[in-house]
């Protein structure tokens, strides 16, 4: 999967609940509202072929070479960034 399509795909995925933001040709950074809990985003992410690297980053998975990490806030803060 490219990091296109996986961005693409944790849109659909998360809907209105976070933002997804391209931070580079192999990152890519998901800010998730504070109204959805951590069980919930795990749940929302199962069957993407990820891999646990939150020893190295916390709350991030790779995905081939691609690193998705994961943030908290208020979802409306979130728009002020410039997205994929």
């Not at 959805?36 to 199962?46: A, C, G, V």
């Amino acid at each position: 999967m490219t990091k296109d399509e996986l961005a693409s795909e944790l849109r659909v995925r998360f809907l209105d609940v976070a933002q997804v933001y391209s931070l580079g040709p192999y990152k890519i950074e998901v800010d998730v509202s504070t109204t959805l809990s951590k069980e919930e985003w795990n749940e929302k992410i199962e069957g993407l072929d990820f891999v646990d690297n939150s020893k190295h980053i916390p709350d991030s998975w790779k995905c081939g070479d691609i690193t998705v990490q994961f943030f908290y806030g208020n979802i409306s803060r979130f728009k002020s960034k410039n997205g994929l």
